[in-house]
């Protein structure tokens, strides 16, 4: 329900069928365009546009199973690393940053955007695929002396997970064999992107920023829905809202007491008993709940206790929205 800044729909997402490489298939809400999809063509490699008859891929995928995840979050199996991923991981990539700039209410600094590993320059298959082709891109040149920097995430191998075992290319930990990791090759030692992880090594895609303007979400109406609520003190009506709720719970509670009558046909003698003990409960708790209403707000008060002229300073409010924005 993203809106660009004139307030129309973007229609950044579609319902797409998807068949897995073991013949399983799925229904799974696709990211079309917009600037998350930029950002994911760089970090997965793949530049196919998803909209054609002969596309190689169908944009990034939102999470298909389990259940409890669908549509919420990005699809594990592609992007384990990611926050808004099943993968259990805090890294909050630009793939994410680039999601919330779609929604047209934030401004990312992708300067800061934490790095993910896995998946990273797969190739459009893998994506279309949700992992289940792998690419061997062998794009990491590796000094001899230090095999331990092709030995992709060490949180993969400690943390596994049956579900992407049994349908990624690689299994669980890609990165453990001589396909994806560190082998000998032409000129060197190398393995795969997704492969190269440890201390000082640096990936371009982490923080890269799509180049497509940021297209604010129109915000006229809730920014004027909300100056108006805004002049409205709400804990004024407090009191007569205790009130009003103290009359409905004691018609609600007395009303079975007040209705019975005896065999001479009137209204046993108790029953006003509790009529009247539940009334000055009610009572009491209202006067207690004034009194705390007089102790922490005076002003609010005086508005309710027969003070015809009066006024105060209200403070201007700062809208949540606004508040949000200017973050």
């Given at each position: 329900?993203?809106?660009?800044?004139?307030?129309?729909?973007?229609?950044?997402?579609?319902?797409?069928p998807v068949v897995?490489?073991?013949?399983?298939?799925?229904?799974?809400?696709?990211?079309?365009?917009?600037?998350?999809?930029?950002?994911?063509?760089?970090?997965?490699?793949?530049?196919?546009?998803?909209?054609?008859?002969?596309?190689?891929?169908?944009?990034?995928?939102?999470?298909?199973?389990?259940?409890?995840?669908?549509?919420?979050?990005?699809?594990?199996?592609?992007?384990?690393?990611?926050?808004?991923?099943?993968?259990?991981?805090?890294?909050?990539s630009s793939i994410?940053?680039?999601?919330?700039?779609?929604?047209?209410?934030?401004?990312?600094?992708?300067?800061?955007?934490?790095?993910?590993?896995?998946?990273?320059?797969?190739?459009?298959?893998?994506?279309?695929?949700?992992?289940?082709?792998?690419?061997?891109?062998?794009?990491?040149?590796?000094?001899?002396?230090?095999?331990?920097?092709?030995?992709?995430?060490?949180?993969?191998?400690?943390?596994?997970?049956?579900?992407?075992?049994?349908?990624?290319?690689?299994?669980?930990?890609?990165?453990?064999?001589?396909?994806?990791?560190?082998?000998?090759?032409?000129?060197?030692?190398?393995?795969?992107?997704?492969?190269?992880?440890?201390?000082?090594?640096?990936?371009?895609?982490?923080?890269?920023?799509?180049?497509?303007?940021?297209?604010?979400?129109?915000?006229?109406?809730?920014?004027?829905?909300?100056?108006?609520?805004?002049?409205?003190?709400?804990?004024?009506?407090?009191?007569?809202?205790?009130?009003?709720?103290?009359?409905?719970?004691?018609?609600?509670?007395?009303?079975?007491?007040?209705?019975?009558?005896?065999?001479?046909?009137?209204?046993?003698?108790?029953?006003?008993?509790?009529?009247?003990?539940?009334?000055?409960?009610?009572?009491?708790?209202?006067?207690?709940?004034?009194?705390?209403?007089?102790?922490?707000?005076?002003?609010?008060?005086?508005?309710?206790?027969?003070?015809?002229?009066?006024?105060?300073?209200?403070?201007?409010?700062?809208?949540?929205?606004?508040?949000?924005?200017?973050?």
């Open positions: 329900y993203a809106r660009d800044s004139a307030g129309r729909r973007k229609y950044m997402i579609e319902l797409r897995d490489n073991d013949g399983a298939t799925d229904e799974v809400w696709f990211f079309t365009k917009g600037r998350a999809y930029e950002v994911a063509q760089h970090y997965f490699n793949c530049f196919s546009n998803s909209t054609t008859e002969d596309r190689e891929w169908d944009g990034v995928p939102l999470m298909g199973l389990p259940e409890a995840g669908r549509g919420a979050h990005w699809e594990t199996r592609i992007m384990r690393d990611d926050v808004m991923s099943y993968g259990f991981q805090p890294h909050v994410t940053l680039a999601a919330m700039e779609d929604l047209g209410f934030y401004l990312a600094n992708y300067s800061h955007a934490d790095c993910m590993s896995w998946g990273l320059l797969q190739g459009c298959a893998y994506v279309k695929s949700r992992c289940g082709t792998g690419f061997d891109d062998r794009s990491a040149t590796i000094p001899t002396a230090t095999p331990s920097l092709c030995g992709g995430d060490p949180f993969w191998a400690s943390h596994p997970n049956t579900y992407l075992a049994s349908k990624c290319d690689g299994g669980n930990d890609p990165c453990q064999s001589s396909e994806n990791g560190y082998a000998l090759s032409t000129g060197g030692y190398s393995c795969n992107a997704q492969c190269h992880y440890g201390e000082g090594v640096i990936r371009e895609q982490c923080n890269t920023a799509p180049k497509s303007a940021v297209d604010g979400a129109d915000t006229s109406v809730f920014d004027d829905l909300q100056a108006t609520l805004s002049t409205i003190d709400w804990q004024a009506w407090l009191i007569p809202l205790i009130w009003v709720l103290a009359a409905l719970v004691l018609i609600a509670i007395v009303r079975r007491c007040v209705c019975p009558v005896n065999e001479n046909g009137c209204i046993k003698p108790q029953t006003w008993s509790y009529a009247l003990t539940i009334f000055v409960m009610i009572l009491a708790l209202g006067l207690l709940s004034g009194s705390i209403l007089l102790l922490v707000k005076r002003d609010t008060y005086r508005a309710f206790v027969g003070v015809v002229h009066w006024h105060w300073t209200r403070t201007p409010r700062l809208s949540p929205i606004t508040a949000l924005l200017s973050l």
